[in-house]
């Protein structure tokens, strides 16, 4: 059973703060990663995928990849209100067509 | 931007009965998905669609589910028999390519009495 593992939270930072969130997987063939963003009763939101490993940005988000460790973090820089949401790590399984793991989501809540 | 559409918001249905969920992939995608989220739960996989039949499914997806691509637009779940337990969340995804992210629709509430 490949597993994708995050810590649930609540994570609470100050408005401004940068967050951190942070993603382990098991299954070590896994060559694709993404972040989706969940706001309570609505459907995942993709924010950024990730296939190598190092950093990546998109304005205030940077994804990291550690394949080696089998880990994926999540940082948000400025962290704003509107960011209080789950944010879901997903793992593609190594064996094609894109199944995808989903962890349980770490709650995050900005503090304004 | 494109989106994946689905319908109905809310399936209200008495248990036994069946249930189509229908969704409209993002035209130019090639890969379609189902997941299922029961409340307070992590999104799970369901089946996967790719050149007009299933490519990969999960245990969840047993002989009371059932997948269809009628025409060129439209993707459907079927629910038959339908339990108390399947009361959730059902979710489309399609993507352009197998390493592509797949995106969601807004999904569709079911809600077995």
């Known amino acids: 059973q490949k597993e994708v593992e995050q810590n649930s939270g609540p994570l609470s930072v100050p408005e401004g703060a940068i967050a951190s969130l942070n993603c382990t997987y098991s299954?070590?063939?896994?060559?694709?990663f993404f972040w989706y963003r969940q706001y309570s009763g609505k459907s995942p939101e993709l924010i950024m995928s990730?296939?190598?490993?190092g950093d990546k940005e998109d304005g205030r988000f940077t994804a990291q990849l550690n394949k080696a460790s089998q880990y994926v973090s999540l940082l948000i820089r400025d962290s704003q209100p509107s960011d209080s949401a789950t944010y879901l790590c997903?793992?593609?399984?190594?064996?094609?067509?894109?199944?995808?793991?989903f962890g349980t989501g770490t709650k995050l809540q900005v503090i304004p | 931007e494109p989106e994946v559409t689905q319908t109905p918001s809310h399936q209200v249905t008495q248990m036994g009965q069946e249930v189509i969920l229908r969704c409209v992939p993002i035209?130019?995608?090639?890969?379609f998905y189902w997941y299922r989220q029961i409340l307070g739960q992590k999104v799970e996989f369901l089946v996967s669609?790719?050149?007009?039949?299933?490519?990969?499914k999960s245990e969840i997806f047993d002989d009371q589910f059932s997948v269809e691509r009628p025409d060129g637009s439209n993707f459907t779940l079927k629910i038959r028999s339908t339990k108390l337990e399947d009361s959730a969340m059902y979710f489309c995804?399609?993507?352009?390519?197998?390493?592509?992210?797949?995106?969601f629709g807004d999904g569709t509430r079911l809600s077995i009495l």
């Open positions: 995804a399609s993507g352009a390519g197998n390493t592509q992210p797949q995106h």
């Open positions: 990730i296939y190598s490993n």
């Open positions: 035209s130019n995608h090639l890969y």
């Open positions: 299954d070590r063939g896994s060559q694709s």
């Open positions: 997903a793992v593609a399984d190594s064996g094609g067509y894109q199944k995808v793991t």
């Open positions: 669609f790719y050149n007009n039949e299933i490519s990969e």
